[in-house]
């Protein structure tokens, strides 16, 4: 029998909403979607991904060369003409749509040239890795996968820094910093990069970058393009984390690994309904069948 897999996105889409957990992998009408969003997220990972390659394995002059915002207009252009074949031709942006979003990638770059150092320095540090894979046993026949962004190792403490690249409109707020679910994947990555690893969960650090297209002029503060996000991830936490996770895959699959088409998947009303396919199915997803999640969730 075929092992089947979770990723961090499975238990997340999970957590939300098992009603469309189970739509998407069970009955199996996920369909494949792209957005300007994942597009340009896409593109971006790579430019930042592929200069840091050049700062660590090359030098600093070299890296500081590079013309980060032709290298993600290039990017851009790849991902959008990969992508739209994988969408059957049809364009799902616009000429427009496309210029703004490189512009706002562009601002972003030009600030990420100028701070590198407080997000990457190159002193007492070596790259270990861009896109890490990581597999790991969990339980029932079940693998975890994943690819880690970047992965940073300190020479003088052998500590290990994981990175997670975010591309956001506006950055995170309070709320979105405070909910367990969104911050989980970091989480989940530390503790299986250390299984993975051999080493201790203590000796990784976690880190999101958070890069901000749009800047409120407005605000009472000054505010960076990237915006830097350390969850707690010690031992209660991950504890906490793992435990939520292990609970998906016990109730989402039998102990034989195979789907649990007995399990009872609400769905769940939130403000993720507009964005999602099955919120107008009322056959799918009938509306009066919505559950609301507790204010305090």
Same mark, same amino acid.
């Given at each position: 029998?075929?092992?089947?897999?979770?990723?961090?996105?499975?238990?997340?889409?999970?957590?939300?909403?098992?009603?469309?957990?189970?739509?998407?992998?069970?009955?199996?009408?996920?369909?494949?979607?792209?957005?300007?969003?994942?597009?340009?997220?896409?593109? *971006?990972? +790579?430019?930042?991904?592929?200069?840091?390659?050049? #700062?660590? !394995?090359?030098?600093?002059?070299? @890296?500081?060369?590079?013309?980060?915002?032709?290298?993600?207009?290039?990017?851009?252009?790849?991902?959008?003409?990969?992508?739209?074949?994988?969408?059957?031709?049809?364009?799902?942006?616009?000429?427009?749509?496309?210029?703004?979003?490189?512009?706002?990638?562009?601002?972003?770059?030009?600030? *990420?040239?100028?701070?590198?150092?407080?997000? !990457?320095?190159?002193?007492?540090?070596?790259?270990?890795?861009?896109?890490?894979?990581?597999?790991?046993?969990?339980?029932?026949?079940?693998?975890? /996968?994943?690819?880690?962004?970047?992965?940073?190792?300190?020479?003088?403490?052998?500590?290990?820094?994981? !990175?997670?690249?975010?591309?956001?409109?506006?950055?995170? /707020?309070?709320?979105? &910093?405070?909910?367990?679910?969104?911050?989980?994947? #970091?989480?989940?990555?530390? =503790? !299986?990069? @250390? +299984?993975?690893?051999?080493?201790?969960?203590?000796?990784?650090?976690?880190?999101?970058?958070?890069?901000?297209? +749009?800047?409120?002029?407005?605000?009472?503060?000054?505010?960076?393009?990237?915006?830097?996000?350390?969850?707690?991830?010690?031992?209660?936490?991950? /504890?906490?984390?793992?435990?939520?996770?292990?609970?998906?895959?016990?109730?989402?699959?039998?102990?034989?690994? $195979?789907?649990?088409?007995?399990? $009872?998947?609400? @769905?769940?009303?939130?403000?993720?309904?507009?964005?999602?396919?099955?919120?107008? =199915?009322?056959?799918?997803?009938?509306?009066?069948?919505?559950? &609301?999640?507790?204010?305090?969730?």
């Amino acid at each position: 029998m075929a092992k089947k897999t979770v990723s961090y996105s499975q238990f997340s889409l999970y957590a939300n909403c098992p009603r469309r957990w189970k739509l998407d992998y069970i009955d199996g009408l996920r369909k494949y979607e792209q957005n300007i969003n994942t597009c340009f997220g896409s593109a *971006f990972h +790579k430019t930042v991904q592929d200069y840091l390659q050049v #700062l660590y !394995f090359q030098s600093v002059k070299e @890296a500081d060369a590079l013309d980060l915002p032709d290298m993600l207009k290039q990017a851009l252009f790849d991902e959008y003409k990969e992508s739209l074949t994988k969408n059957g031709g049809v364009h799902y942006s616009t000429p427009q749509e496309l210029s703004e979003f490189y512009l706002d990638g562009e601002a972003i770059l030009k600030y *990420f040239q100028r701070h590198r150092r407080v997000y !990457f320095s190159t002193k007492d540090t070596e790259l270990v890795g861009i896109e890490i894979p990581l597999n790991a046993p969990i339980i029932n026949n079940i693998d975890f /996968n994943g690819f880690i962004d970047v992965v940073i190792k300190t020479k003088s403490t052998g500590r290990y820094k994981v !990175f997670d690249i975010k591309t956001s409109t506006q950055g995170w /707020n309070k709320y979105q &910093k405070a909910d367990q679910t969104k911050t989980a994947q #970091l989480i989940l990555y530390k =503790e !299986f990069y @250390a +299984k993975q690893l051999g080493v201790d969960p203590e000796m990784i650090d976690v880190e999101y970058l958070i890069v901000r297209r +749009k800047i409120n002029e407005n605000s009472d503060f000054p505010l960076k393009r990237i915006q830097t996000f350390i969850p707690a991830s010690g031992k209660p936490t991950r /504890n906490k984390i793992g435990k939520m996770f292990i609970d998906f895959v016990q109730t989402a699959f039998t102990e034989e690994g $195979v789907y649990n088409t007995e399990a $009872v998947y609400p @769905a769940i009303a939130c403000s993720a309904c507009k964005y999602c396919p099955y919120a107008k =199915e009322e056959v799918l997803c009938p509306k009066k069948e919505r559950l &609301k999640k507790d204010k305090d969730e």
